[in-house]
């Protein structure tokens, strides 16, 4: 999907799922995640939305080479982008960085409800970017360079007074 913003900057969700032969809702929905995760910038004319690429980094081109590598896997990709999509879960990753803390701690720290505290951390730790061994919470980098780069932004992204 991002390889074919290239080529052509500024489209609209049915323009990218002509071009990449998907559903609208498909391609709705992953366009709105690679929003959420800064890849793209949004426009609404009229009742269309039209996407363009956000400033190239060095997530963009990762992401870009990894689904050239392994288009068999775009949804794995796009799950892992995902973990660092919502402000309670960088917060988390923030607070985990250097030191593994109870579940109690945590919450503590971050300022999330319990029952927040437990959907984001299975997220995460669905995702392989954290670890529960007993009773603490772990942060853990990933092998990959695109989890090390999503981890990096993530503890570059929160403010002291964040965490």
């Not at 269309?48 to 690429?53: I, K, P, T």
């Not at 505290?117 to 995460?124: E, P, V, Y």
């Amino acid at each position: 999907m991002l390889a074919c913003f290239k080529k052509y900057p500024r489209q609209c969700v049915k323009g990218v799922a002509d071009r990449l032969v998907v559903a609208g809702d498909v391609s709705s929905k992953n366009l709105q995640l690679l929003y959420s995760a800064g890849f793209f910038e949004q426009e609404r004319v009229g009742k269309f939305l039209f996407y363009s690429l956000a400033d190239e980094d060095d997530l963009l081109d990762e992401v870009l080479r990894l689904v050239a590598l392994d288009q068999a896997n775009y949804d794995g990709i796009i799950y892992e982008l995902t973990a660092m999509t919502h402000e309670r879960r960088i917060r988390i990753v923030a607070a985990l960085e250097g030191r593994p803390l109870e579940f109690n701690e945590l919450c503590f720290r971050t300022c999330i409800s319990r029952l927040a505290m437990g959907r984001q951390l299975d997220k995460l730790i669905r995702r392989g970017f954290v670890q529960q061994v007993e009773q603490k919470c772990s942060l853990v980098i990933p092998d990959d360079a695109l989890g090390k780069k999503l981890v990096e932004l993530a503890l570059k992204s929160v403010t002291p007074a964040q965490v």
